[in-house]
């Protein structure tokens, strides 16, 4: 059984999948959705206390989409408001 990073799991035991789930891709809806985007970017040393590793930070990906955003930062902002409104209609906080 693999290990889960730290936000891959902040991420399913927030929207209730398991480790073995693959939601589809919330840019696209077309794939399955292997990566979790950081929406404001970690950086490459990461940063002090995972402080950006929170539930309105991640979005899931295909690889397709997860090149786009990083070549297209304004692709973020869009994802934040999808982001929101699926959160909103959970009934989750949310701090942007």
């Known amino acids: 059984m ?3 990073k730290n936000y891959k799991k902040l991420f399913s035991d927030y929207w209730g999948y398991c ?3 693959i ?3 919330w840019g696209c ?3 399955p959705a292997v990566d979790i985007h950081h929406l404001v970017q970690k950086g490459m ?3 002090k206390n995972n402080r950006l590793n929170r539930i309105d930070n991640l979005f899931p990906v295909c690889r397709s989409c997860h090149t786009i ?3 297209n930062k304004s692709i973020n902002e869009k994802w934040k ?3 929101k409104e699926k959160m909103i209609l959970k009934g989750g906080g ?3």
């Open 19 to 21: 480790e073995s789930d």
């Open 81 to 83: 408001n999808v982001l």
């Open 69 to 71: 955003a990083h070549r």
């Open 2 to 4: 693999k290990t889960l």
């Open 45 to 47: 040393g990461g940063v």
């Open 94 to 96: 949310y701090d942007w």
């Open 29 to 31: 809806f077309k794939e």
């Open 23 to 25: 939601p589809l891709c």
